[in-house]
């Protein structure tokens, strides 16, 4: 179960370039051309041979111009997808702190992370052309930790928010943002890993996390995770906690999926809250029981545990034959499914008897 807390690149040696080359041939897009094929060499074109000759002066030397025309295509692409990006990410004040957010429609509606707004329900919105504008609370879904506010502006830049499940593993991102209120920073890296989940404070579990290798850093939360064809992917919300030494660990950064984000936005924009987030819900209030375990202490009537015939006072002991030594990891463990899922639950009552029992899991409530 991984832990984690809210949260000026040097220029290339030479002797790097041939690495970056590497890199580059793996680079792909979820849409168009992958950048690799600008310099990618046919099959035909270079042969293999147990016996072959040491390459020329002339082919060492083109072998060189042709590295240093692919480090030079990937920062063109990059440097092309922040000037388009840029405008569309802004910084949200409040009196706590300062966060990050997307332009999400031309209407005025702003995407960012609900632990960005906090309690609050109005705040100060900064544009890159450095105007300030007021803005108010739309509406917020701790669960996946997404909120959206509303400025009344003209001449928004939205961003394209482009599909997360098309990404891989090694898709080189870029994270947009304003770390430590330094406005429209920029960060690079790769797609570490996908379907991370990741437990935030407030108790919640995010599902289907991407993870990055992109620095983000405190005011980078609710920024814009994007890919080399200028699409948001993800929404930066998270850095991992090294639990031996304290403090962030580095090139371990969390990100909501732009999928799920695009879900729990529209619902927010339309009708101020969220009722189909997609989420297993088992309708139950748990807290840590003191001999282990997730100590059920109240039941929600008519929900799915109520009708599985669960009663506060029960202790859930495990899930599927997964152990749950406490409540944070049975919510965990639950994060992964989704409705209408059915889940086999090892209880012990409160009268010292254990049973099984079999819970179909249905949709979280607004």
């Known amino acids: 179960m991984l832990k984690s807390s809210l949260p000026r690149r ?66 063109e692409q990059q440097v092309s997808v922040i000037a388009a990006v840029e405008p569309s990410v802004v910084q949200i004040q409040t009196s706590a702190g300062l966060g990050s957010g997307i332009v999400y429609d031309t209407s005025g509606d702003i995407v960012t992370n609900a632990h960005v707004v906090g309690s609050y329900t109005s705040f100060t919105v900064t544009l890159t052309t450095g105007k300030s504008y007021p803005g108010t609370l739309v509406g917020l879904y701790l669960p996946d930790d997404i909120a959206v506010i509303h400025v009344s502006a003209t001449g928004l830049a939205p961003a394209t928010f482009g599909d997360s499940s098309a990404l891989a593993v090694g898709d080189f991102v870029l994270a947009i943002g304003n770390p430590l209120g330094l406005g429209t920073s920029v960060t690079e890296g790769i797609v570490s890993a996908l379907n991370r989940q990741v437990s935030e404070p407030n108790g919640y579990a995010l599902p289907d996390v991407i993870q990055t290798s992109a620095a983000i850093n405190p005011g980078n939360s609710g920024g814009a995770l994007v890919d080399l064809s200028g699409h948001v992917v993800g929404i930066p919300t998270l850095a991992a906690t090294d639990p031996q030494i304290g403090g962030s660990a580095p090139g371990i950064g969390f990100a909501i999926s732009s999928n799920r984000a695009k879900l729990i936005a529209d619902q927010l924009i339309t009708s101020g809250k969220v009722t189909a987030s997609g989420r297993a819900y088992i309708g139950v209030q748990l807290q840590d029981a003191a001999s282990g375990g997730a100590l059920v202490v109240a039941v929600s009537s008519g929900g799915p545990a109520a009708t599985a015939g669960l009663v506060a006072g029960d202790t859930i002991t495990a899930i599927d034959g997964t152990s749950v030594p406490d409540s944070t990891t049975l919510v965990d463990l639950l994060a992964a499914h989704k409705p209408g899922d059915v889940v086999k639950l090892a209880v012990t009552h409160a009268t010292g008897k254990t049973a099984t029992v079999s819970v179909t899991l249905g949709q979280a409530p607004a």
Request: aromatic fraction near 0%.
């Open 10 to 75: 040097a220029p290339l040696a030479p002797a790097l370039l041939l690495l970056v080359v590497a890199v580059v041939s793996a680079c792909r897009t979820t849409t168009g051309t992958p950048l690799a094929e600008l310099a990618r060499p046919s099959a035909a074109s270079v042969p293999v041979s147990l016996n072959a000759a040491t390459p020329t002066p002339a082919a060492s030397s083109q072998a060189v111009v042709s590295a240093g025309s692919a480090a030079l295509a990937l920062q």
